[in-house]
Every structure is written in C-alpha cells, then in structure tokens.
C-alpha cells in the first residue's frame, strides 16, 4: 500500500523543475558521514566490526547537559535533559573496551585514519588546517556513551564542480562513530556499541543545491568520489546522509540518516512543501489577530472527570493513564488540521513534539477537541459532548478555542501539555529549526529533536592537537587518487567506452588499472573490462550457487596482468584465467600456442574422435574446433585452428 | 595575567599575533597563504607549541593555523567567553536537613582552564545547585571552600584543615558532612580522617568523580546526589567513601575510610573495599546498609577530633634487586617511621636485614604489609618471616599499605617510643585491621570464564 502511496505522491513530478523551486526559494546541503576502511577504530585499538548477536554485557547511563565552551547550555542538551532517559548499552567484548565505555581516556588519534582524511578533503578541494583540534560534538540522545562525540576539522571551505558552477564545501571532519539504536521506548533507549568509534568522514556542503533532482545528484556524486579514493568502506551502513532543506523565509531543517539517495528527492519535495505550509499556518494566525504578544494558552488537570469506563474507551485515553492534562489554545479552532505533509496536518507535529519530549510514544498521544463540525484527527475518537462542554466551561475555554488533552505517567503529561504550547507558540514566531527523521515510504518526516547549535561544542581536553607536518601532506597529496572527473576524463582518452569509464573511474581498482596500463603496455580496454565486467560477472555467478566472492590481494591481480601482458595472454585465454583466479585457484595466464603445439592438439583430437559419425562432415569440423578451442584454454585463435583442422582432415 | 590580550601564545606565535594587532577573544578574518579563515582566536594552551593559533570557527569547532602562512588578520568583533555555571541561590527548606559540603578540589563540578586546556574546580552552592538541581530535593546545602587542590596535592597540613573544618561543622549542628576530593588520594585522606575525627554522630561522606562534570556522562553528579542523601539521612556515623558500585549510572557504594583503595585508574567503579565488603550501598534516595557493624547516627553534636601528623614517615614498596641503600637513606634523613609493601605474606630480601635492624635499632618504627593488597601479613611461617620480627619490624596483619602509611603518621605525632606505637598501629581505631576475612571479602572475578561472562550477560555492568 504504502508503495502505491510514494507512487502517487512522487510519479508526477519534476523534480528539477527550476521554476517551481526557484520560486520556493529551495535551497539544500548536504551531511554526509562515510566510515573509513581502517582495521582499527579511531580513539583505541578496538578492531571495527558488526555484531548481530546476543551482547557480552550491558551497562547503564544518564545523561546531562554540561556548558559550553563560551558558557552557555545548548538548547538540544537542554531539550534532551528534560526527556531523561534511561540509557542501556549492549557490549561485545572483542569490539568494544573500556574507551568505548567511557571508562579509560582516549588514545593517541588513529593516524592512517587521519591519513585518509586528509586525502579525502585534498580531493574536496578543502583548505587544510595546519593543526587538528580534537573537539567534543554534545548528544544526550545517548547515541554515545562519552555523551559527545570526538570530532575534528580537517579541511575547510573546499568545492566540487556540478552543472558548470561549484558546490562548495563548507568543511570536512574526522570523526567517530556513534552508537546503533536497538530500541526506543518510553523512557529507556537501548544501544548497540558495535559500531561505535568507527572513524567517518563528516562532509558539509553548503546549501547550494537548487533543486531536489540536484541534491540527489551531488549525494550521488560525493559518494563516487569517496568511494575513488579507495579509503572508504563499503556496503550498508557504512555511509548515511543527512540533508537539510530551507526555503524563502525559513530556517535550516535537517532530514537525518537518509539511506539511499533515492530517497532524497521525493523527501527534500515535501519537506519544502511543509515548510511553506507552516509558513500559510503562521500567516492564518496572524490574520486571526494571534502574535507571540495575544497568543494565549495553559493546562489544566482533569483527571478527575475521568472515572467510567465509557468515556475511557470514547477518547482512546487507556485507564491507566495516572495523570489526563487539557491545554487550551485560544482561537486556535480548525488549524490543528492545517495541512502541513501528505496526509497529515499541523496536530502530528505536536504530537511529535510530545513523543519526544514527554517519552509520550504510545501514539496516539494527543487527542484533539475542535468544534469545528468536521470531527476529531483521530476519527471516532473524541469526549462525549456533556463532558467536553462542561470541561470548556470549567476551564474557561469557549467554542473558538482548540483543547489539546494528554495524558500518561503525572510528570510526562506535564511536560506534554508544556510541550504544546511551546510548539503552538512557535508555529506564531517561526518554523522551529530541528532534526527530522523520515518515513521515506509516506514521503514525510517526523520531529527528532531540535537542532544542535555550535553550542555543543567543547574542546577535548582529553588529546592534544595534532599537527599536520607539511611533509605529511605533500606525500599524500603526491599519492591521492585521481578524483572521478578526472579519472573520467583520462579513461575516455583511453578510448573506454563512456559507461566503462563511469564504472572504473569509481572502482577499487581504478588505481591498479591506471598502474598496469602505464607499467605493463597491457591493453586498457581489455583491462577495464576484466577488471570491471568480468569480475562483475565471475563474483554474480559464484554468488548463484552461493558461493562468497574471493577476496584477491591487489598485488596478486598486479602480477597476474602485468603476467598476462608480458605473455601477450589473449583475450580469451585471459578470461579463462580470470575466472580460474577469481574461484580461488592458482593460476597463471599463459600466452598463445604456437603454430607446432596447435598442430599437435588438433591432431590428438582429431585421433581421439576419428570413430565418431558425423551426418555431414561440415558438424565434424565445428565439433574438432570447438574441442580444441575448449582444450586450448583460450589460447588458440579460432580462425588459425579452423586452418589447421582443413589442412589435416 | 589574566586579561593578557595573548593569552597562553608565547615565542613566535605570540610576536605574530602581537604585530597583525590581533587579541583573544577577536572574531577575525585571518588571510593565509592557503586562504580566508573566518573565527575567533582562542586562548592557547601554554604547553602547546608557538607555531600555532587556535580558531573557533562558526560551527563551534577549532583548528589550528600555522602561525607562518598568515598574512593578515582582520578584527570584526570582540567577545569574550564567560564560562560560569548558571548561578542560583540554593533553597532553604526548615523540614531538610542541614548538610555541608567541604570542598577540597577534584572535578564534583568544574570549569575550563584555558591557561593548561585542563579542567579545574568551580564549587559554591549557587554554583552546585546551577549543575545538580536535584541536591535541593535532598538537604540544605552549605558549603565551604577549604583549597582547592588536586588530589596528589593533599598532604598532612589538608587533613589537618580538614578534620578541624569537619569537627567544627559537626559541632555547630550539621546533620551530616559533604567531602569532595580528587579520585587519585581520596583513599588516604578517608584513612587520615578516620583516625582525625573519631567518634562522630554524623555521616562523614567522601566524593569526588571519575568523569569530570563538563561531560555528559560525567558521574559527578549522580555521586554528590549519593553523598548528600547519605550526610542527610543515612544511619552511618563513620567515614566512607561514596563513589560507583558497577560502572553503570546505578547505585553507589560506601566503603569504609580504612579498608577503601582506588583499583583502576579510569573505571567509574574504581573503588573497593579490599579484604572486606562495603558498609552499605546507596542511591540518591536510599542507604541501604549491607552489614550491621557499623557505627549508627546519634543526635548529639559531639566529636573527637585529634587533627596531628607526622610527616617523616615512608612507604617502601618492596622489589627483589632492592638495595640497601634504600633504606639506608631515610635513617640518615630522619625518618621515623617505615611502612613496608613486601612480597608474599610479608617479605623482604637478606640484604635489607641489616640497614632494618639499624633502623629499628635507632627508634625507627617499622611496620609491614603485603604488596598483595588483600590478606594478612605472617611473619611465622617461613624463617625470614621470623627473622624479621626479631628485628622489631611490627606485622600489621591485613592493614593496607597506605593505611598504614597514613596511620603510622598519625600516630608518630603521638609518640616516637616504639613499643607504644606499634600498641596504637595495632589497635584498629574502625576496621584498618579486621580479625577475619569473609569468603567474600576476596572477589576479583576473572573475565573469560563461562560462569562469569554469562553472570556478566545478565546483570548491569
Ligand atoms: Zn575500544
């Protein structure tokens, strides 16, 4: 259902439709986080790897908001302090040790790590810092035990080109990795460490990109760059995008851990759309006379009204709700169904809102009490009408004004019905800058959490700064990867044809191509498509019978070619000892028969079957060529043994 | 000092920065031979090197220049940081009891120091209450600065201050006192205050932290919550040191001052009582006691103090190559008291007999422990054991090493007649020497086994 729904939501639009975003005012950047292919992680000598099983041991931890570096709490921090969550960590004692815990300091910076980096942004085009300063990046989600996350700036203000013009970078960080979420209920979230303190690359771009199609684009394309450098893992999980959006009149909303680049085009579309939606919501407002200075509303408790049964199941309210909170917006009569996503109204941004906050995440979790003739948000749900009226008289709310109930354990529906003002009062003043999560099958997204400012940060005074040695950087720079462009570039003179090139400039091997190709006089298109097609074709085939790929060392491919070129291997005489290597076996290619060593093979076959009875004598000779064209090991031209076989038949 | 424009940049970095007229605390525009950097200079750290500057840009984050490729600097604005934690006056509730909290230095709540980029202590109780809110939900909270040290800078002349801090306190009436105190000696000064502060009627409650409070995760404050609820209400009149049970946020423990040692240099749950078990556990609002012997609360306002130390006193952690000369140089710098950490059940080699028995010969008094940490020193059991003692060297069955340090100081500041203070170094003033060990007194489980890693699968690390 829900496929037939992004369908319909997403088949009819042109998402590069310059005039429509232009209008909007659309702008985008990107986040991008792509883990490093080192062995080791980033701040103690854990080996990086993935678990799925039962953990070793599980810890517990709280989290508190700290001051900034400049003296101030930062918002997030605060936010996140008045969820107060439990926080469990899984453990696995061959990954994760007592840095990872939080319970040793950490170690000197995995210096391959910072190797990587610096390649990586020198490809970005990025001012390099001269020293690394390892800073301390706040999260009280618990997505990390230390409650921070070591993080530093290796390059800044770099660029990539795109449609003729740059997109620009605003920086690039080494960082570690935080936690996996395994579960968020109420108020305990529990967290896998398996992954944690994996170094990434952060990737900031500014928001340059002008239309969803475009943002794709740049993903896609900062994803192939990064996986040229040959410095980065691969496979799922190891890159996630966050992906912000603005528009005219709005602040930066972010989208995070977007999977695929896929998503973000119908995403970023609606995310845009809600903005301008809040950005109509806040203009009904006015026109109603409600600005921050009239904007009125409280919360009164009403618990006590609620004792039968009856009225119970009307609301949806479960009996075991300890404490049943009402806040009154004045005026607010019909925009909590102001229409902000697909299917969805501004009442689901509240509810957001409390789901986070509150740890109110049993949804529903607000019931709306409109008197507009239309009905409740959550259908059938409501209070009977005697109820609901002597409520408003109680409370003193008249028929304009929306009642917004919440309820749960006395110190959440608290904080709930505080929650919704502060987001009813926001939607008067501004869009709220926040963290979004996405629901990319309903091509909408949720409040997460409101975004961090540069108040999170603080420096780590656990590491001294690193600095980069000019020497350092220079053999890097003399070393680091052709970017794809480039690569692109280079292999069409080559003469590959254009789809080969796209896939090499971007492959693994593109750095052992482009070496074999200058050192062994080995032909590049032939290269190209073992390397590329071949493999691609060899690795699916063990992959049918359920086969895992074999892993071949570089320096073993290298000498297998540059073997194959010496030997003047043909072409099918290679792919036979391609595919031999490429199963696991230890082969070497070999080159042409000789005219003496065909006439011998042909001979012996054509004793062997001299009995056979062919019906026409034309099937015979197809047969001996097939025969001794298989035994050759594909190193027999066709058309010579074709030759051969006339002469001795 | 502290309004240097340059602050910590010294040598090139600081003649650089002095010459483009640039300060800390500037939002600049810094032109180098790589480009345009937008930020704000930071102080430096003065450990650091002179090649560098540090910038805060925009995002929040820092990095370093090469002082050299800088070309100009452009002042567009100027802000200075004021880190304070938001002060608050902490409430005063006539049903609360009435707690003070000592301060001696260590990270219960601290700020950051530019000069050494290290974390130093902030503490008054506008201060406190600003960070951990939930302490007004405990106790009425006073507090006093004593000095603020780090740990391995408490010495003789800090217990003296605060056991007479302490004794004073508890005579005006507090229900319970607050000491908070770097990890690293918090072990001695526990020791020192129990033989100081005899007597007490009230809780005397040691914390610190093993994380510092500038981060998230820190166990400050979960600890001072710990240490006020057992000053306000918890029933044990002795010393203890409150401080993480498991290294999850979960309860804590409280050791007594004497049998208490820090066994990890890192873990949050670093403390154990050795050769014993803790006196009770504890949480922001329980104390929960798990063994009777313990000295209860009463309602007088009567204390023994006894604040004197002597401070010529060594500890010689015994190794098997030692030389004599060891000990050779605290009798010809007038020691008069040596704890020694021997092997086994209490040795050392024959080449030590000789500088001991003058030692002892000269009015010095020697104790021994074990190296081993946990059990009994027995001197009988082999010859040199026996050796030993002939030579007046006093057992001091299964006090620890530091302890006995701390005790023999205590003691020295007495009396020097041998005899007398060997009578005090055995005569346990609360539990520095037990006479049994439990079966459970021993437990340091080893990682791997299956037992334990499925114990460990089961239960809050
Ligand atoms: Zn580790």
Redesign the pocket.
């Given at each position: 259902m829900s496929d037939a729904w992004r369908k319909k939501l997403t088949e009819s639009i042109d998402f590069d439709d310059q005039e429509f975003y232009g209008k909007l005012g659309f702008k985008s950047g990107l986040e991008i986080h792509q883990q490093l292919d080192t062995k080791k992680?980033l701040f103690?000598?854990?080996p990086v790897g993935y678990r799925n099983d039962e953990p070793d041991a599980i810890i517990l931890r709280h989290m508190r908001p700290t001051l900034s570096e400049m003296g101030t709490y930062d918002g997030t921090a605060l936010m996140e302090f008045k969820t107060r969550k439990q926080v469990i960590y899984q453990l696995y004692r061959e990954n994760?040790?007592?840095?990872?815990m939080d319970d040793t300091p950490p170690f000197p910076i995995n210096q391959k790590a910072l190797d990587y980096a610096i390649e990586i942004a020198l490809m970005l085009n990025c001012q390099l810092v001269d020293e690394v300063h390892i800073t301390r990046k706040q999260y009280l989600d618990g997505s990390i035990p230390t409650g921070f996350q070591r993080t530093a700036i290796v390059g800044v203000n770099g660029w990539i080109p795109y449609r003729g013009r740059k997109i620009r970078i605003q920086q690039l960080a080494l960082e570690e990795d935080a936690c996996r979420e395994v579960q968020d209920r109420g108020h305990e979230i529990v967290f896998r460490t398996d992954r944690l303190?994996t170094p990434l690359v952060e990737i900031v771009t500014k928001p340059d990109m002008l239309t969803p199609y475009e943002t794709a684009e740049v993903d896609g394309l900062l994803g192939r760059l990064m996986r040229a450098s040959g410095r980065v893992r691969r496979g799922i999980g190891t890159a996630r995008q966050d992906v912000n959006v603005s528009i005219t009149g709005s602040d930066r909303i972010e989208i995070k851990g977007v999977p695929r680049t896929g998503d973000i085009r119908p995403l970023t579309h609606y995310e845009a759309l809600r903005q301008k939606s809040l950005l109509e919501l806040r203009e009904r407002l006015n026109n109603r006379g409600i600005t921050p200075e009239t904007f009125k509303a409280d919360y009164h408790d009403i618990t006590p009204h609620f004792t039968d049964a009856e009225v119970f199941s009307r609301s949806g309210i479960p009996e075991s709700a300890e404490r049943i909170m009402v806040v009154n917006l004045a005026d607010w009569q019909g925009l909590l169904k102001h229409q902000t996503q697909p299917g969805i109204t501004f009442a689901a941004e509240i509810a957001g809102r409390v789901r986070v906050i509150a740890c109110l995440d049993r949804m529903p979790n607000i019931l709306v009490l409109d008197s507009q003739p239309e009905g409740m948000l959550h259908g059938e749900l409501g209070l009977p009408i005697e109820l609901e009226e002597h409520i408003r008289a109680e409370i003193g709310a008249d028929e304009d004004d929306t009642l917004v109930v919440v309820w749960g354990p006395a110190e959440d529906a608290e904080t709930g019905a505080k929650e919704i003002i502060i987001r009813a009062k926001e939607a008067i003043e501004k869009i709220p800058q926040e963290t979004r999560q996405h629901m990319p099958d309903k091509c909408r997204t949720d409040f997460e959490r409101i975004l961090p400012g540069p108040d999170r940060m603080y420096p780590d005074t656990d590491s001294p700064p690193v600095a980069l040695a000019p020497d350092r950087v220079s053999e890097i720079r003399n070393s680091m990867a052709l970017r794809p462009w480039e690569r692109m570039e280079r292999y069409l003179e080559l003469g590959l044809p254009r789809c080969l090139a796209g896939d090499l400039s971007i492959h693994r091997h593109a750095c052992l191509f482009e070496r074999l190709v200058a050192g062994s006089g080995i032909s590049p298109l032939l290269l190209a498509e073992a390397l590329v097609s071949w493999q691609k074709a060899i690795t699916r085939a063990r992959l049918e019978v359920a086969l895992p790929p074999v892993a071949v060392d570089e320096d073993v491919l290298e000498s297998f070619f540059t073997d194959a070129a010496a030997k003047k291997t043909p072409r099918r005489g290679l792919l036979y000892a391609f595919e031999k290597l490429l199963n696991g076996e230890d082969v070497e290619p070999l080159g042409p028969l000789s005219e003496g060593q065909l006439k011998t093979l042909c001979l012996k076959v054509i004793e062997e079957y001299e009995d056979y009875n062919f019906k026409q004598d034309r099937f015979k000779l197809d047969f001996l060529l097939g025969e001794v064209l298989e035994r050759s090991e594909g190193r027999a031209e066709p058309a010579k043994v074709r030759k051969i076989l006339k002469e001795l038949t | 000092m502290n309004d240097d424009a340059l602050k910590g940049y010294k040598g090139k970095a600081r003649k650089v920065l002095s010459e483009m007229g640039a300060r800390v605390w500037a939002e600049v525009v810094i032109d180098t031979d790589k480009g345009k950097y937008e930020g704000i200079i930071l102080p430096r750290a003065e450990q650091a090197d002179d090649e560098h500057i540090v910038l805060k840009l925009e995002t929040g984050y820092n990095i370093g220049l090469a002082v050299e490729g800088i070309k100009t600097v452009k002042e567009k604005a100027y802000k200075k940081a004021h880190y304070k934690i938001p002060e608050q006056e902490f409430p005063f509730d006539p049903r609360k009891p009435d707690v003070t909290l000592l301060g001696t230095g260590g990270t219960i709540a601290s700020r950051l120091d530019y000069r050494t980029g290290a974390v130093i202590p902030a503490f008054t109780p506008g201060e406190l209450y600003g960070a951990v809110p939930e302490l007004a939900d405990i106790c009425n909270l006073k507090t006093e600065k004593l000095f603020g040290v780090f740990s391995e800078n408490m010495g003789p002349e800090e217990y003296i201050t605060t056991a007479k801090a302490i004794g004073r306190e508890i005579e005006a009436g507090a229900a319970g006192i607050v000491i908070g105190h770097g990890t690293d000696t918090m072990h001695h000064t526990a020791a020192a205050l129990t033989f100081m502060v005899q007597d007490s009627p009230v809780p005397i409650v040691m914390v610190g932290s093993q994380r510092s409070s500038d981060r998230p995760s820190s166990d400050a404050a979960f600890n001072l919550r710990c240490a006020c609820n057992t000053a306000a209400h918890g029933n044990v009149a002795e010393v203890l040191v409150c401080m993480f049970g498991p290294t999850s946020d979960s309860y804590n423990l409280l050791h007594r001052g004497t049998r208490v040692r820090k066994m990890h240099s890192s873990y949050r749950s670093t403390f154990r009582t050795l050769s014993d078990i803790p006196v009770a556990t504890c949480t922001p609002d329980s104390v929960n006691p798990i063994r009777p012997d313990y000295k209860s609360r009463r309602s007088d306002n009567k204390v023994k103090v006894d604040a004197v130390f002597d401070d010529r006193v060594a500890i010689v952690y015994y190794y098997p190559a030692m030389k004599p000369d060891i000990i050779e140089s605290l009798i010809n710098n007038g020691y008069k008291g040596i704890v020694i950490a021997g092997t086994g059940l209490g040795h050392v080699n024959k080449p030590l007999y000789k500088p001991l028995r003058r030692a002892c010969k000269a009015g010095i008094s020697v104790m021994m422990t074990v190296q081993t940490l946990w059990g009994y020193v027995q001197m009988y059991v082999y010859d040199t054991g026996r050796d030993l003692m002939e030579l007046g060297i006093v057992p001091c069955l299964n006090m620890l090493p530091e302890v006995a340090y701390i005790k023999l100081g205590w003691v020295l500041a007495h009396t020097t007649d041998t005899e007398e203070v060997a009578r005090m170094m055995l005569t346990p003033v609360n539990g520095e020497i037990t006479e049994r060990e439990p079966h459970d007194g021993y437990l340091v489980f080893q990682g791997g086994l299956p037992e334990i890693e499925d114990f460990l699968k089961r239960r809050l690390r």
């Open positions: 992680k103690c000598h854990c994760v040790c007592t840095y990872e303190s | -």
